[in-house]
Every structure is written in structure tokens, then in C-alpha cells.
């Protein structure tokens, strides 16, 4: 049996098609239609019996998005390819193949993928984060997505940072999901950048912070290290919830070689254990964890 993932993002749409042992058999991009629905249904119709046409093989079909499947009316909502917002793309596109589609959140297809081949490869329970524009997550038990009834299950990025205060934290962070201080607002790629340039004027990207912070720059030896903290204090409180075996990063912070020797130390002061066993990994499959996880959606998730 094969197995085609797609991955949607803003401006463009991955196709990858593998075999039962993860092999990739086809990969195919393709830009995004933004314009319309029918016209982003039709183009994603055409890539799909495209590939069907190229390879004659039978293919189970899963696709990841940013943005949440209402779990009870099957809409799609917070997505950035906004022609999604509000259209049920499982139920149109079921009808059109006449074969099941499986959908879900690109950060829960990011951790199936690390759990099914990946860094979570053998672990029970696999806590996938990507730590890019945004700061998602997914949690994958025994191989088994993890759903439910709200569709935000390993959505940690929008809880509050644990142990905030101003003189260690800085001041209130509004988030745009209307709540303060996001673990997103401090962690995300994006969120590090922008309060290290509003503390000093600069324009700095977080690759600029942290190749300032390996060439001894105090302020950006300070803010790395606040950081640090601040993500050591929101795995703690991931690792205290699920107890995961293993924490798999992805996005572009995941780059960051140091992270990997400079988090668990601090983890392991925050977790309610005088030892931490949980694991920090880097992703595999980097980028192409999305698609994959897609493609594996089919096979690994089991309904409600
Ligand atoms: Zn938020």
C-alpha cells in the first residue's frame, strides 16, 4: 500500500507519496491556489489524480494544515491559507476522490512523523514541538495521535509562561489569540527576534541573535539565556502534564545545536523529579516531517 501526504501551507502545497516502510516514492510542490476555495479545491484535485495518473498506484490520502478541524462541524478555522477558513475540505474532497481523506493540525502531523520514523522513533509517548513563527505541538501516545473534543491537544504554545514576572520576564506580552504572556510570545522564533529588538532597536533575525550571542555579545548572552530559562519552565510543565519519553523539536529554532545541551539542565531544576529521564531531540525529518506525517495520518489515527 502507498501512502500520500499533503502538507498545505500559505504559499505552497508538498506533495510526497511513500511506501509502507517510509521510502518516498514521488515528491511533488506546487504554489497554493489563495484566490478562491473552488479554485484551491480544483488544484489540489488535479495534483492528486496527477499523481495517481503518473504512478497508477492506490494511495491512502492525508493531508496537514495550518490551522484546527472543528472536530464536531469538520470546518477548518485559524488557518493562514484563509480560503480554507470556514469550508469543510475533509467532507468536499472525500466526495470528489470517493475514498477516505484524513486531516489534521501540520504541528500533529509533524509529531506523528518524528514518533512513526523519526526522533520519537520507539518511544511511548512523543511530545513534537516546533518552535518557528508560531510555537505549536502535538502529542503522540503509543503511536496514536492524540485528539479531542476541542482539537487543541499539545497546543501549549498558548499557555501562560509558567512563573512570569516582570523583572526576570520583561513586560506583558499580548498575544493574538487575546491572552497574555503566550509561552508563545517568549519561545517562537518569531517572539525571541521581536523582544530582543524592542529591548535594543536593533533588527535583528534569530539566527543574528544567537550568532551575536556564540560571539560573546552580552545582551545577546542575556536574552539567549532568558530564553533557555523561559523554555526550560514550559517543557517543565509539558513534562509534569504528560511525562513524555521524549521531546522532539522542529522549525527553525531546532537549529540551534546548543539547545540540546543547555535545556535538560534547566528542565530537570523546574520538573517536579529530582532527575529528568525525558529526552530532547531534533527532528529527523526537519521540514519534511509535515508531509510525512500526513501521509501517515491514515494509518495511525484511529477515529475519536
Ligand atoms: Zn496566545
Same mark, same amino acid.
Given at each position: 500500500?502507498?501512502h500520500l501526504?499533503?502538507?498545505?501551507?500559505g504559499t505552497?502545497?508538498? %506533495?510526497?507519496?511513500l511506501?509502507?516502510?517510509?521510502?518516498?516514492?514521488?515528491? &511533488?510542490?506546487?504554489p497554493?491556489?489563495?484566490?478562491?476555495?473552488?479554485?484551491?479545491?480544483?488544484n489540489?484535485?488535479e495534483?492528486?489524480?496527477? +499523481?495517481?495518473t503518473?504512478?497508477?498506484?492506490?494511495?491512502? $490520502?492525508g493531508i496537514?494544515?495550518p490551522?484546527?478541524?472543528d472536530?464536531q462541524s469538520?470546518l *477548518?478555522?485559524?488557518?493562514?491559507?484563509?480560503v480554507?477558513?470556514?469550508?469543510n475540505?475533509?467532507?468536499?474532497l472525500?466526495?470528489l476522490?470517493?475514498?477516505p481523506?484524513f486531516?489534521?493540525?501540520? %504541528?500533529?502531523?509533524?509529531?506523528?512523523s518524528?514518533?512513526?520514523?523519526?526522533?520519537?522513533?520507539?518511544?511511548?509517548?512523543v511530545?513534537?514541538?516546533?518552535v518557528?513563527?508560531?510555537?505549536?505541538?502535538?502529542v $503522540?501516545?503509543?503511536?496514536q495521535?492524540?485528539?479531542?473534543?476541542?482539537?487543541?491537544?499539545?497546543?501549549?504554545g498558548?499557555?501562560p509562561?509558567?512563573?512570569?514576572?516582570?523583572?526576570?520576564?520583561g513586560?506583558v &506580552?499580548r498575544?493574538?489569540?487575546?491572552?497574555e504572556?503566550c509561552?508563545?510570545?517568549?519561545i517562537s #522564533?518569531?517572539g525571541?527576534s521581536?523582544r530582543?529588538? %524592542?529591548?535594543?532597536g536593533?533588527q535583528?533575525t534569530?539566527?543574528m541573535i544567537?550568532?551575536a550571542?556564540? &560571539?560573546?555579545?552580552?545582551? %545577546?548572552v542575556t536574552?539567549?539565556?532568558?530564553?533557555?530559562d523561559?523554555?526550560?519552565?514550559?517543557?517543565?510543565g509539558?513534562i509534569?502534564t +504528560?511525562?513524555?519519553?521524549?521531546?522532539?523539536?522542529?522549525?527553525g529554532?531546532?537549529?540551534?545545536?546548543?539547545?540540546y545541551?543547555?535545556l535538560?539542565?534547566? $528542565?530537570?531544576?523546574? *520538573?517536579?523529579?529530582?532527575?529528568?529521564?525525558?529526552?530532547?531531540a531534533?527532528?529527523?525529518?526537519?521540514?519534511?516531517? #509535515?508531509?510525512? #506525517?500526513?501521509a501517515?495520518?491514515?494509518?495511525?489515527v484511529? #477515529?475519536?
Amino acid at each position: 500500500m502507498f501512502h500520500l501526504g499533503l502538507d498545505i501551507g500559505g504559499t505552497k502545497m508538498e %506533495a510526497v507519496l511513500l511506501d509502507d516502510a517510509g521510502t518516498v516514492v514521488l515528491r &511533488e510542490r506546487r504554489p497554493t491556489c489563495k484566490a478562491h476555495y473552488q479554485g484551491f479545491l480544483d488544484n489540489l484535485m488535479e495534483m492528486i489524480t496527477g +499523481i495517481r495518473t503518473a504512478t497508477q498506484y492506490d494511495f491512502t $490520502v492525508g493531508i496537514g494544515l495550518p490551522g484546527a478541524i472543528d472536530p464536531q462541524s469538520g470546518l *477548518i478555522k485559524n488557518c493562514n491559507c484563509l480560503v480554507l477558513n470556514g469550508e469543510n475540505l475533509k467532507r468536499d474532497l472525500t466526495v470528489l476522490l470517493n475514498q477516505p481523506v484524513f486531516l489534521a493540525n501540520d %504541528a500533529d502531523c509533524f509529531t506523528l512523523s518524528e514518533a512513526v520514523d523519526g526522533a520519537g522513533k520507539g518511544y511511548g509517548t512523543v511530545f513534537g514541538v516546533i518552535v518557528g513563527t508560531g510555537c505549536g505541538g502535538g502529542v $503522540v501516545v503509543k503511536g496514536q495521535l492524540l485528539s479531542g473534543p476541542n482539537a487543541i491537544a499539545g497546543e501549549w504554545g498558548h499557555n501562560p509562561l509558567p512563573g512570569w514576572h516582570t523583572e526576570q520576564d520583561g513586560s506583558v &506580552e499580548r498575544c493574538y489569540c487575546q491572552h497574555e504572556n503566550c509561552i508563545e510570545s517568549f519561545i517562537s #522564533g518569531t517572539g525571541f527576534s521581536r523582544r530582543f529588538n %524592542a529591548r535594543h532597536g536593533t533588527q535583528y533575525t534569530p539566527e543574528m541573535i544567537i550568532a551575536a550571542a556564540n &560571539e560573546g555579545d552580552p545582551r %545577546a548572552v542575556t536574552h539567549y539565556h532568558h530564553f533557555i530559562d523561559a523554555f526550560a519552565r514550559s517543557l517543565a510543565g509539558v513534562i509534569n502534564t +504528560i511525562d513524555p519519553h521524549v521531546i522532539v523539536l522542529g522549525g527553525g529554532l531546532s537549529n540551534v545545536e546548543s539547545l540540546y545541551r543547555d535545556l535538560p539542565p534547566v $528542565v530537570e531544576k523546574y *520538573i517536579f523529579s529530582p532527575t529528568c529521564r525525558t529526552q530532547i531531540a531534533k527532528a529527523q525529518f526537519g521540514d519534511a516531517s #509535515g508531509v510525512r #506525517g500526513a501521509a501517515w495520518l491514515p494509518v495511525r489515527v484511529t #477515529g475519536d
